[in-house]
């Protein structure tokens, strides 16, 4: 039995790798899978990592040996534009539940890109009636006067 454990509640959102001081934990993204591991010889037992995991997947046991020990492997998602892992499918589920839509799963770099898309899509399609060049319709009120 291993001293750090994960239980089934991790949906890899990686708040612990990030929280912990002694850089004890680690993600590696392989394959279709990130993987989770422990240090226990880097570990300053400190208990960051079991306070700050907000599904309560951190479990401890028993001191038992060095090296690195995996103790999850979720299954990766992938940026649609890129193919760039972005986070697990997990993850994305509690995302989705907390925000009540599924989303794009798009990388930092191409979030602002696809979104842009989206919105003149739906600009287009709903209100035709939209002038291209709105801005200049505007600005010839302004100059003619008092309001």
């Not at 499918?89 to 989705?96: E, F, I, K, N």
């Amino acid at each position: 039995m291993r001293y750090f454990q994960v239980n089934d509640q991790c949906n890899g959102c990686l708040a612990c790798v990030q929280n912990c001081p002694a850089n004890a934990l680690r993600a590696e993204d392989s394959d279709a899978n990130r993987v989770l591991s422990h240090n226990m010889a880097r570990c300053a037992r400190c208990g960051n990592c079991y306070r700050i995991c907000p599904q309560k997947a951190i479990e401890f046991q028993f001191m038992l040996e060095n090296g690195w020990d995996e103790v999850k492997s979720l299954e990766l998602v992938y940026c649609s534009v890129c193919g760039v892992p972005i986070y697990t499918v997990d993850y994305r589920r509690t995302l989705s539940e907390k925000l009540g839509k599924e989303s794009e799963p798009t990388c930092s770099k191409h979030r602002d890109e696809v979104t842009r898309a989206a919105k003149a899509h739906f600009l287009k399609k709903k209100s035709p009636e939209i002038k291209p060049d709105i801005r200049s319709d505007i600005g010839s009120d302004m100059r003619g006067g008092a309001i």
